[in-house]
């Protein structure tokens, strides 16, 4: 996936420019230490620094001002079906449109590898909706299952909703 794009926005408070760029090894750290932000609040599942550097080809940075502030992932579960992972944003980055851009580059990478649906497992439903996904049953994705659940421990009190979105149709 090959992604680098830059806006300015405009705010009541000036102005700022977000990054969206492929994460590379030297941002191992960043990521690491955000990701064990979101899942000491239950809200991610953790990653390693080990796996971090095997799948960083999988992430994508957002930088504000220069500043790291939250990153994505897409994971590929099958030929057919990516999974949008570990979106999360520093307080300072919420609230500017700044995850739906992240999850718009994600998107962008699936399509360009031919992938027809995204899926999503989480709590923040609403941004999801904003993004076009819709709730479906948790059961319709074994390939997920098989991949994370089966090794969860939160596996029979889980509290993420599974979301899909088509991205074969315009
Ligand atoms: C979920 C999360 C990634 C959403 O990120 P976000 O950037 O706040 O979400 P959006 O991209 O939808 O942006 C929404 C807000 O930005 C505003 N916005 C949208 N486009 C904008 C733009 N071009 N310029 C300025 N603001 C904009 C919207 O008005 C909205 O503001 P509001 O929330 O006050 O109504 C973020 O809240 C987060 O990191 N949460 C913690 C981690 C987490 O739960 N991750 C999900 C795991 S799957």
């Known amino acids: 996936m090959l992604i680098q794009t830059e806006i300015v926005r405009h705010s009541p408070i000036g102005e700022y420019k977000v990054i969206c760029r492929n994460a590379a090894a030297e941002d191992v750290e960043e990521l690491y230490s955000l990701i064990e932000e979101f899942a000491r609040l239950g809200i991610m599942l953790p990653r390693s620094r080990e796996a971090l550097i095997s799948q ?10 220069e500043d790291f502030i939250g990153c994505g992932s897409l994971f590929k579960l099958g030929p057919d079906l990516v999974e949008v992972r570990s979106i999360g944003l520093y307080a300072e980055g919420r609230g500017k449109g700044i995850g739906s851009m992240i999850l718009g580059k994600l998107i962008e ?13 989480t709590c923040e439903v609403d941004f999801f909706i904003r993004n076009g996904f819709t709730v479906v049953e948790k059961g319709l994705f074994p390939e997920k299952f098989k991949t994370d659940c089966v090794n969860c421990k939160r596996q029979l009190a889980c509290n993420e909703i599974a979301m899909v979105k088509r991205i074969d149709e315009y």
């Open 56 to 65: 960083i080809n999988q992430f994508i940075i957002a930088e504000m001002d």
């Open 109 to 121: 990478a699936a399509r360009g590898q031919r992938i027809p649906q995204v899926i999503a497992f």
